[in-house]
């Protein structure tokens, strides 16, 4: 399993621009594909990008060209900067392995609000 921390949400205005953080625990974290997922109010959660060991990344059209993930193995860190915030990207926001189940089953950890608004 691997136990994550999200943290670096907040209140930002349209355009702008936020770094998220995503601190994990477990000794192979290494080896797993991570990914960023969001939930906004009445909404499923949906899932926002992911990245491999290796470091080869994918992203959801929908903040494609925005958004960029990365990791630092090292640090067992994953990262999500998100430039060019719309208000649609308000959610939750949590970092999880990828798929989600695949590895950490029901796990979710607590995430981080964004809130994009004027």
């Known amino acids: 399993q691997v136990q994550v921390v999200e943290s670096g949400g907040g209140l930002v205005q349209p355009g702008g621009s936020l770094r998220l953080s995503c601190a994990a625990s477990g000794s192979r974290f290494s080896i797993y594909v991570m990914g960023w997922y969001r939930q906004a109010p009445g909404k499923q959660r949906e899932w926002v990008a992911y990245i491999t060991s290796g470091g080869t990344t994918n992203y959801a059209d929908s903040v494609k060209g925005r958004f960029t993930i990365s990791r630092d193995n090292a640090k067992k860190t994953v990262y999500l900067q998100m430039n060019s915030l719309k208000p649609e990207d308000t959610a939750v926001y949590y970092c999880?392995?990828?798929?989600?189940?695949?590895?950490?089953?029901?796990?979710w950890g607590q995430g981080t609000q964004v809130t994009v608004s004027s």
């Open positions: 999880n392995t990828y798929p989600s189940r695949a590895i950490n089953g029901d796990y």
